[in-house]
């Protein structure tokens, strides 16, 4: 994902396999695009695996929830709500896609 991403982004674990990214003075289009580029480079990204005297192909999907930060909100919880709700919709959608959430 860093490759995709520019040096004042930023990346974070939130927990488990769930991530942030924090993109400075990035329009809601853009972040979109920015969330697109990173699912279909995972979609098309290979992950080669051996087993006992096998090799296996997987195949990552990756479900994104986007949200913007309004400059009147002083935290970051709310914002980390809304990409939340928008992963899990992007989760019940069929996944592999995402969903914009601002409200």
């Known amino acids: 994902m860093t490759e995709l991403l520019r040096q004042e982004d930023l990346l974070c674990r939130v927990g488990g396999e769930e991530f942030a990214i924090l993109l400075p003075n990035t329009s809601l289009a853009q972040a979109e695009q920015v969330a697109e580029r990173i699912r279909s480079k ?3 990204t290979p992950i080669n695996i051996s087993e006992e005297h096998s090799e296996k192909v997987l195949w990552l ?14 935290a970051l919880k709310y914002a980390l709500k809304r990409a939340d709700i928008g992963l899990y919709q992007a989760k019940e959608n069929g996944r592999n896609q ?4 601002t409200v």
Do not use: D, F, M
């Open 42 to 44: 995972a979609a098309a």
């Open 98 to 101: 995402a969903v914009v959430n």
């Open 61 to 74: 999907t990756v479900s994104l929830g986007i949200t913007t930060i309004s400059t009147n909100e002083k």
